[in-house]
């Protein structure tokens, strides 16, 4: 009996101190992250067409293109509290600096299955939009995805939910190499801006968006199918002498399947809706639709792992985030490797074949990449 009153005696007496201990704040610096990483392109290694040009991706490409730097981007990443995180990555693309990601996320419960965020961050619309760019096997992503949601970000308020087991598994997926889209929850639902990265919405009325996907083994491999919708109003860019275009009908819905490259890999998707589109001289609401498909393999060497693919990707439609909305026609054929030399290093060739037409004028040819990706 005594020594059962001396053991609750002692653990009430250190009971402060713990507490203590737990309340007592970790240095910033300990909290925080800084990383990031840097695409060096050279754009032109052969080309059949002086015009070969891609409004919804590499802007460098052009007549007098070489080299390029795709993509340079930080990022500051940490707790402020136990059940509160923040995220702010910049970029330098070509020329120009601007914010990509700024928003914070609130936990509403201890393990983090339930949370709200804040402020400009991915739209969690289909697979190859939230993968990151520094994952993503093909140099850009594909013009019917893409083309719903141009530079995968917009302002906004979003909920997440997912598992604890099926977040360990978003993680594994990244950090395995197995080309993840990273932990956007099973389940996400929310509202945003509209029209698009760094722009304010024009119409008072926010879009709203949803998306379930779910990874599951099945036997040695992970299958992860998902699917996912948007609806709201854009306002697109016109020029003076262009008709309608204010707060036009802007939804899709689509699907995805993704089945990881243990070592071969499948990954496709397709989406279909209505958007904004110039006929004549007014700008409509038309038709939107297209979808890619994927095949690539991982293959460890000695030399490092190396991860051949062809996509082939099809879409028609407007692109809303060009001024007028100009109706877009494209078929694409991308086959490339990427070689992964160092967990910090990689390289990546790729041939491009494609014919796009953008309003009246048509471009139909062949160009050959390289990039050297720099990670930190």
Not at 328 to 351: I, N, P, Y
Request: with cysteine.
């Amino acid at each position: 009996m005594r020594r059962a009153i001396a053991t609750v005696v002692v653990t009430l007496l250190c009971l402060p101190t713990a507490r203590a201990e737990e309340d007592k704040e970790t240095p910033w610096y300990e909290r925080f992250t800084v990383r990031g990483y840097m695409q060096l392109r050279y754009d032109r290694l052969y080309a059949t067409e002086e015009g070969f040009h891609n409004e919804l991706a590499d802007k460098a490409i052009g007549d007098e293109s070489s080299f390029s730097l795709r993509r340079a981007r930080l990022v500051l990443a940490g707790d402020v509290a136990p059940r509160i995180a923040m995220y702010l990555q910049m970029e330098i693309a070509g020329a120009a600096a601007k914010m990509r990601d700024w928003y914070g996320d609130l936990a509403l419960d201890r393990d983090k299955e339930l949370r709200i965020r804040l402020g400009q961050s991915k739209l969690p619309y289909g697979f190859e939009n939230m993968q990151s760019s520094q994952n993503r096997l093909p140099l850009d992503r594909s013009d019917p995805i893409n083309s719903a949601a141009p530079g995968e970000r917009d302002l906004g308020a979003f909920v997440y939910w997912a598992p604890k087991a099926t977040r360990k598994m978003f993680k594994y997926l990244v950090e395995s190499g197995l080309k993840g889209s990273g932990d956007y929850g099973v389940l996400a639902v929310g509202a945003y801006a509209g029209q698009g990265l760094n722009v304010d919405d024009r119409d008072g009325r926010p879009h709203v968006v949803a998306r379930a996907t779910y990874p599951m083994k099945l036997g040695e491999q992970i299958v992860e199918p998902g699917v996912q919708a948007y609806a709201g109003r854009v306002t697109p860019d016109k020029s003076p002498t262009t008709l309608g275009g204010d707060a036009i009908g802007d939804a899709r819905a689509g699907a995805t399947l993704v089945v990881y490259p243990q070592p071969i890999g499948v990954q496709v998707e397709y989406n279909a809706g209505i958007g904004p589109e110039l006929v004549g001289d007014t700008i409509r609401p038309r038709s939107v639709r297209g979808g890619y498909a994927m095949v690539h393999a991982r293959i460890p060497t000695g030399a490092g792992v190396v991860s051949p693919y062809v996509r082939a990707a099809e879409y028609r439609g407007g692109i809303k985030s060009i001024k007028d909305a100009p109706h877009h026609a494209s078929k694409e054929l991308v086959v490339g490797a990427e070689w992964l030399l160092h967990k910090r290093v990689e390289l990546t060739m790729e041939l491009d074949h494609a014919k796009r037409t953008v309003a009246d004028t048509t471009v139909w040819g062949t160009i050959v990449r390289a990039q050297v990706q720099l990670s930190y």
